[in-house]
């Protein structure tokens, strides 16, 4: 059974840092596209950083130069290391995985999602 498994999200003053990770079990992780998703209340879900099965990793403007989006194939899992937290940042973030090797925003498997939140 294909699952992702998100863990790291936290309350944290506005300025601080969190890293979320996504553990995933049930498929040949190395072969997909992998990403994180964040949601407001009443909103759709929009692609915050994502990563290509070969590596290239791409960035919503707003999360750009503070973000930073990572994977390691031998745990199957994959972060994002989130500086510089502002209250813009505060939604529940998804961990995602592509249809295949391409980061297209087409995803197939999400995980339950983890809250973060940035106060001041």
């Known amino acids: 059974q294909v699952q992702l498994a998100e863990s790291g999200g936290d309350s944290v003053q506005a300025g601080g840092s969190l890293r979320l990770s996504c553990e995933a079990s049930?498929?040949?992780?190395?072969?997909?596209?992998m990403g994180w998703f964040r949601q407001a209340p009443g909103k759709g879900r929009e692609e915050v950083a994502a990563?290509?099965?070969?590596?290239?990793?791409r960035y919503a403007d707003h999360v750009e130069g503070r973000f930073t989006i990572s994977k390691d194939n031998t745990k199957k899992a994959h972060y994002i290391q989130m500086n510089s937290l502002k209250s813009e940042d505060n939604d529940v973030y998804y961990c995602?995985?592509?249809?295949?090797?391409?980061?297209?925003?087409?995803?197939?498997?999400w995980g339950r999602g983890t809250k973060v939140t940035a106060y001041s």
């Open positions: 995602a995985r592509g249809l295949g090797g391409y980061c297209d925003k087409v995803i197939n498997v």
């Open positions: 049930g498929y040949m992780y190395s072969r997909y596209c």
């Open positions: 990563i290509d099965a070969d590596g290239t990793i």
